[in-house]
């Protein structure tokens, strides 16, 4: 089981990023998936979550700005991130939950940077 996320890099300010995240084994992009953020010395928080069903969710600070989406026939999900800031800066991670193993799963991040 792995998660791969990918489509981080640098950018400034009012730029965007398209993060995506492929999952493989017994997991699908069907499953509960959501997207966290660490930046430097702070904790891990959620920033978007798309359920099996498609219903999503968002962190305050990302509302308007984040689209979280899913395409279930390339087994992806998209966090398209818009209008970026500086405190967006941080690594992105990916995580599953996963119905048949009963758990979640997370990826190994990738990193934004968002210069002023």
């Known amino acids: 089981v792995q998660l791969q996320a990918s489509g981080g890099g640098g950018v400034q300010a009012g730029g965007s990023l398209r993060l995506s995240c492929v999952p493989s084994?017994?997991?699908?992009?069907?499953?509960?998936m959501s997207w966290y953020r660490q930046a430097p010395g702070k904790q891990r928080e959620l920033v978007a979550g798309i359920s099996s069903s498609d219903n999503t969710r968002y962190a305050d600070a990302v509302k308007g700005r984040f689209t979280i989406s899913r395409d279930n026939a390339k087994n992806t999900v998209y966090l398209q991130m818009g209008s970026l800031k500086p405190e967006d800066t941080g690594v992105y991670y990916c995580k599953v939950f996963s119905a048949y193993y009963g758990r979640n799963f997370w990826g190994r991040g990738t990193l934004v940077t968002v210069s002023s």
């Open positions: 084994g017994r997991i699908s992009s069907g499953d509960d």
